[in-house]
């Protein structure tokens, strides 16, 4: 049977949600980037304010991708984007171990309201300094049940198998 699936993409500051978006989406992207202010040495030069909307078409499955923002400023757009949502992909920079707390928390808020499946995709594996998904695992203390796949947001492949798990997962 085909399905619509609202999937959300969320995850910690830089973590790399909309690049995720932005490679697997069959349609462009509507993204909400805006420049960072006051910008640090080395930092990335845009941040999502709103959402990522991307959408892709995956065996019967027609998946809703909703990206949202990493920063708890913008925070409000996290119970609306999570709305009605089917499955949930939280992205962590595996090579930042220092944003794993936010992520265990962004992961509790989202999923208490509404339990559904999730996938945590470990991402930046093509770094060198990219923790592994089990350890990434335990740094966020999931239970062992709990899906931990590496991810390279950049590549297609990666993204797609990230996904093709969690539709997998819902019923
Ligand atoms: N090497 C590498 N870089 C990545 C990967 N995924 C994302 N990046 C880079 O990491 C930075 C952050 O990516 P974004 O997609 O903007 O991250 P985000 O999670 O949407 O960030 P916010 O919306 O600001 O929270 C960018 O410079 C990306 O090019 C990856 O798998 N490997
Ligand atoms: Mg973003």
């Known amino acids: 049977m085909p399905r619509i699936l609202k999937i959300v993409v969320t995850g910690p500051f830089s973590a790399g949600k909309s690049l995720f978006v932005k490679t697997i989406s069959d349609i462009p992207v509507v993204s ?4 960072i202010s006051l910008r640090e040495k ?3 030069p845009q941040t999502t304010v709103a959402m990522d909307y991307g959408r892709v078409q995956l065996g019967d499955d027609v998946l809703h991708l909703n990206g949202t923002p990493g920063q708890a400023r913008f925070d409000f757009m996290w119970e609306i984007l999570g709305r009605e949502m089917h499955g949930l992909v939280m992205v962590v920079d595996a090579t930042v171990k220092e944003s794993f707390d936010d992520a265990r928390t962004m992961l509790d808020d989202m ?3 509404r339990p559904v499946p999730f996938v945590v995709a470990a991402n ?3 770094r060198d300094d990219a923790l592994h998904p089990d350890k990434v695992r335990k740094a966020l203390a999931l239970d062992r049940h709990a899906l931990v796949m590496p991810c390279v947001a950049s590549r297609k492949t990666s993204v797609k198998m990230v996904l093709s ?7």
Do not use: H, V, Y
């Not at 909400?32 to 420049?35: F, N, P, S, V, Y």
């Open 42 to 44: 080395g930092m990335k």
């Open 165 to 171: 798990q969690l539709a997998e997962m819902i019923q």
């Open 124 to 126: 930046k594996q093509d």
């Open 32 to 35: 909400t980037e805006r420049k």
């Open 111 to 113: 999923l208490s309201p």
